[in-house]
């Protein structure tokens, strides 16, 4: 699946479903990373914990991230979720403070751009579980990748939508069979 439109489409050699790695042009054994999409209310904990919970676990995926072990995308609608939450929500943040931490997501992660086929999949499952369409879209994104949606959203959990993120990481801890 393309990380992002255009942009994915411009590397992609023609017969490859992605380019070539490190590994298979160094002869190295590198483990392949498992891709991930993040929902908004986790991305925030990465820098913010006052009241939040599973804070550990959310920054561990940045972690893994980080060394590659997990490919973390983000929607990017993410950020305009995080501008809210930190200038209107309990995290009372300053203008500047927003600005600084709106940057880092996009430094950090994988942004994608919904596809139409993305935002199709998102109305059909914003309709059958009574989601909202904006937590729908991270649920089709991620479905179309083939990826699991780490998310804290109550309804999204409800409806089987997304996972928790100590439930991401212990998925990743086991091993593959």
Not at 82 to 110: H, M
């Amino acid at each position: 699946m393309p990380r992002s439109g255009a942009d994915a489409r411009r590397w992609r050699p023609a017969n490859r479903s992605s380019p070539p790695s490190l590994s298979a042009t160094c002869g190295l054994i590198v483990m392949p990373a498992t891709d991930v999409v993040s929902d908004a209310n986790i991305v925030l904990k990465w820098f913010h914990q006052t009241g939040e919970e599973e804070v550990g676990p959310a920054r561990e995926l940045l972690d893994r991230h980080r060394a590659r072990n997990v490919i973390v995308h983000v929607l990017d609608l993410t950020f305009y979720e995080i501008g809210n939450a930190l200038l209107c929500g309990r995290a009372g943040a300053s203008a500047e403070q927003a600005a600084t931490v709106l940057g880092a997501p996009r430094d950090i992660c994988l942004v994608i751009t919904p596809e139409h086929e993305d935002l199709a999949l998102a109305a059909g499952l914003a309709d059958a579980h009574d989601v909202t369409f904006y937590g729908a879209s991270y649920a089709a994104v991620a479905q179309r990748r083939r990826a699991p949606l780490v998310t804290l959203d109550r309804e999204l959990l409800r409806a089987g939508l997304g996972s928790r993120p100590t439930d991401v990481l212990a998925r990743l801890r086991q091993p593959e069979r």
